[in-house]
């Protein structure tokens, strides 16, 4: 009998396994790939590595939470930590970020036709709720489950209130608006690229606090992991094993039965595994076809989740004559939405020995009505276009394209979704903070549960799950 079986190692899985299996916990982590870390894993294919989804973490200084951890465990994660981490290149505008806000802000005021006021009003906003928010992702212990350290920790968020309370349930764009930036094009084009990729929506509909510390994904200690971003979920792994964890790869659940007793039968590949509790790095549907049933709350998630986006893809390699930056954020046009290939975002290994690099490029793609092929094709298509006419630098020199399909097969994340659930504008984007069973003994985690989105996030989220559980064993 375990206590715990934990169904993928996508960065939840792992950071629920690891937290739990460090307390003490009898832990079973089972993995459907030969690989972990699903949206944060590195595949092979036709003979060249690529990361299957994340390409930057953030924040990942030495003294940040995650690599803290894993040097606790003995694990040392190798980091590229490029300074500028991005560029971005819009219609008149071509720029790179660099690597603190107070630096963006200068470069933002230079701009030809810049509201310097206006820009510096606005950062001033975006800065107290980042420096707010952000410290939330280097210590566990100020989410719930709350413990009294937590209380204390937590007083500066009370303290803030009359800075926060306004903004909940706002967009973004009224900010924008009441600091007078929303009609400077240069940065109104910068805040919706960096809304869809980070809450996975325009700045029209983002919620505000979210927005606003996304905001800083560049300026708190971005880095990729030396090998790629799969580099991270291994290392997990051996901090995982390491703390006394038994890990199964190739081996994908196919059903779960509750017990009279409460205890979980979890069917792996025929086999009956036995446990207390039951944690999916799962999405919602997913869960359910384990369950061969839904729940309200299941079938409220899913709905969520089917608000959200998918990716076109490009895996390629290239030979790059341009600036030393390694992620570019490339649009076609200001006056059309920021998905099906308006909004590319490219990111560049560093030159092998052929002196080819890889590059991956990503558009979002909206699920609601999934794309067929020609659809796919032509944004892809369209991708292809603007690498030419944005990145001349690039000379490409083979690869493939991708789909939600595709990406479904590298991730075993159904129907290809990315990015969990858009961070629309209202209230309820603050329901679910505290980790509760879907039903008792089964828990969700990932970027679908609070804080979900980032890799960072999801690791935390998966720490709170197993905080949780912990207390009831």
Not at 154 to 170: D, M
Not at 325 to 351: C, K, T, Y
């Amino acid at each position: 009998m375990w206590d715990t079986v934990v169904i993928g190692s996508g960065a939840g899985g792992l950071g629920c396994a690891l937290h739990l299996a460090e307390g003490g916990a009898k832990v079973l982590l089972v993995e459907a790939l030969t690989y972990p870390g699903g949206c944060a894993g590195t595949f092979s294919h036709k003979g060249i590595s690529h990361d299957a989804g994340a390409t930057l973490l953030s924040p990942m200084g030495p003294d940040n939470w995650l690599p803290r951890w894993l040097r606790a465990h003995g694990v040392e994660l190798p980091l590229h930590r490029p300074d500028p981490a991005v560029a971005f290149r819009a219609p008149g505008v071509d720029v790179q970020v660099p690597g603190s806000r107070q630096a963006w802000v200068e470069r933002l005021c230079g701009l030809p036709g810049a509201p310097v006021d206006a820009i510096r009003r606005f950062f001033a906003v975006q800065g107290k709720v980042a420096d707010l928010l952000w410290p939330v992702l280097d210590d566990p212990d100020l989410l719930p489950p709350l413990s009294g350290r937590a209380l204390g920790g937590n007083l500066p968020r009370v303290f803030a209130a009359p800075t926060l309370l306004p903004l909940l349930g706002r967009p973004l764009l009224s900010v924008m608006e009441r600091t007078g930036v929303a009609g400077f094009p240069p940065l109104r084009m910068w805040l919706d690229a960096m809304c869809q990729i980070s809450v996975q929506t325009s700045a029209a509909e983002a919620e505000a606090p979210f927005a606003l510390a996304s905001l800083d994904y560049y300026f708190r200690s971005p880095g990729h992991p030396v090998g790629g971003v799969g580099a991270l979920p291994l290392a997990m792994v051996r901090a995982f094993e390491g703390a006394g964890g038994a890990l199964r790869y190739a081996s994908r659940v196919r059903g779960l039965t509750r017990q009279d007793d409460g205890t979980w039968a979890v069917d792996v590949r025929g086999r009956t595994e036995h446990a207390r509790t039951v944690v999916a790095n799962l999405l919602p549907n997913a869960l359910a076809d384990l369950l061969g049933r839904s729940t309200p709350r299941l079938e409220k998630l899913s709905g969520d989740v089917h608000t959200g986006w998918g990716a076109a893809m490009w895996y390629l390699q290239g030979r790059w004559e341009g600036p030393d930056v390694p992620h570019w954020q490339l649009i076609e046009r200001a006056d059309a939405p920021l998905h099906s290939g308006n909004h590319v975002f490219v990111s560049m290994g560093p030159p092998e020995a052929n002196g080819l690099r890889t590059v991956t490029a990503s558009s979002h793609v909206p699920m609601q009505t999934p794309p067929d092929g020609p659809s796919i094709e032509a944004i892809q298509g369209r991708m292809k276009a603007l690498l030419r006419d944005r990145l001349p630098e690039l000379a490409l020199a083979g690869g493939y394209s991708a789909s939600p399909r595709t990406f479904a097969r590298f991730t075993r994340r159904p129907g290809g979704f990315v990015g969990g659930v858009p961070r629309w504008h209202g209230l309820h984007n603050y329901r679910g903070m505290w980790p509760r069973p879907i039903e008792r003994g089964l828990y969700l985690t990932g970027d679908t549960m609070f804080p979900g989105q980032s890799v960072t996030a999801a690791a935390l989220g998966g720490h709170r799950v197993a905080e949780t559980i912990l207390r009831t064993l």
